[in-house]
């Protein structure tokens, strides 16, 4: 059985297959960041960087 925590943060169905780490802004308009981490599948993988960084750029 898969736990909450094996399922990709993207699209909550797939088990993960990659960890991924970045540093983002901790509150919009700030100067100071944070790592922030998410288990990604292999689906969605490809995309992951327009879908969840680009979010991150344009706010």
Request: proline share 2%; with cysteine; aromatic share 12%.
């Amino acid at each position: 059985m898969t736990s909450q925590d094996d399922r990709c943060q993207i699209c909550q169905r797939s088990t993960v297959v990659e960890l991924i780490c970045t540093m983002v802004f901790q509150v919009w308009g700030s100067s100071s960041k944070e790592l922030a981490c998410w288990h990604v599948c292999a689906d969605c993988f490809p995309h992951f960087e327009e879908t969840v960084l680009s979010f991150y750029r344009h706010a």
